[in-house]
């Protein structure tokens, strides 16, 4: 347990450190990378909400036999009529934009954190190769074919995690429904796994280059489980900050997990790929 507590000091510690290592070794312009895509995503979320909303009206209109635009007419029954008409409209509206809205925002968040890990995974696997590349010397030559490999396992890894965590969380609400006593400690256990899942998938990059197949590299962060909770905990409560979350986390969490498996001595295993120099060429 005393080891467990270590690393999840490690995992968060390194994470601060990153911020410190990118703007030292000159890598701090690619946070400009999360900005553009935050910009359009955010663009693309709103356009997106406002056509569901949009579409839920004119549905709920035309089910309930109600006028999206009414005209008050005056004169006895018909006016009274039209004004029920007129205030039932409006609170349709007002519920539609509130739940869906909600709802929306609900689920945006929830999946936000693994579009960002899905969208991103080419720079994080560049800026976590990068970062091993400084802190060890080991050269990594470009090769696209590698390169696209470790970006194909980055999405395909979120995209685990994420069916994972939701399977875990619907799971979880069930089991409030019925115990309501237990939501307090219900959130605080899915924040933890949703901090787990982040930092596997910042760790799974280190686990790649190390040539761990994707059952090895659950064994492994699952022994090293600390770290990859301290490093996912701090990249949630980020990207609870709108905006501002999106353009730091993601790329912070990816080079601090090397710094943490730097410290902990764990680069450049039996299954890391050899050094490459300008006389002997790569082993494929």
Avoid at 22 to 49: A, D, E, Q, R
Avoid at 201 to 223: P, T
């Amino acid at each position: 347990m005393s080891m467990f507590f270590k690393d999840l000091g490690l995992g968060s510690k390194n994470f601060f450190k990153a911020i410190n290592f990118m703007f030292k070794h000159g890598l701090w312009w690619y946070y400009l990378i999360p900005l553009t895509v935050s910009i359009l995503l955010s663009v693309g979320s709103f356009y997106i909400i406002d056509v569901i909303v949009d579409s839920a009206r004119d549905f709920s209109a035309e089910f309930l036999h109600l006028d999206a635009d009414v005209k008050v007419e005056v004169g006895g029954i018909a006016e009274v009529w039209e004004t029920i008409k007129a205030f039932l409209n409006g609170a349709r509206d007002i519920l539609i934009i509130i739940v869906f809205k909600v709802i929306f925002w609900y689920i945006f968040f929830k999946v936000n954190k693994y579009v960002v890990l899905i969208v991103l995974s080419p720079v994080m696997a560049y800026l976590s190769e990068k970062t091993e590349e400084i802190l060890t010397a080991t050269e990594y030559p470009f090769d696209i074919m590698q390169f696209t490999r470790e970006v194909w396992r980055g999405v395909l890894i979120a995209i685990r995690n994420m069916i994972i965590e939701l399977g875990i969380v619907v799971s979880c609400w069930v089991i409030t429904l019925f115990l309501p006593f237990l939501a307090p400690f219900t959130a605080i256990f899915l924040f933890f796994v949703g901090a787990y899942y982040y930092g596997f998938s910042m760790i799974d990059y280190v686990n790649e280059r190390k040539r761990l197949n994707i059952s090895q590299s659950v064994h492994y962060i699952r022994k090293n489980k600390g770290v990859a909770i301290g490093n996912g905990s701090i990249f949630a409560v980020l990207m609870w900050i709108p905006f501002l979350g999106f353009i730091v986390a993601p790329i912070t969490a990816s080079v601090g997990a090397v710094l943490a498996i730097h410290e902990k001595r764990e680069l450049g295993s039996q299954y890391a790929r050899p050094k490459v120099s300008s006389v002997q060429p790569p082993v494929s």
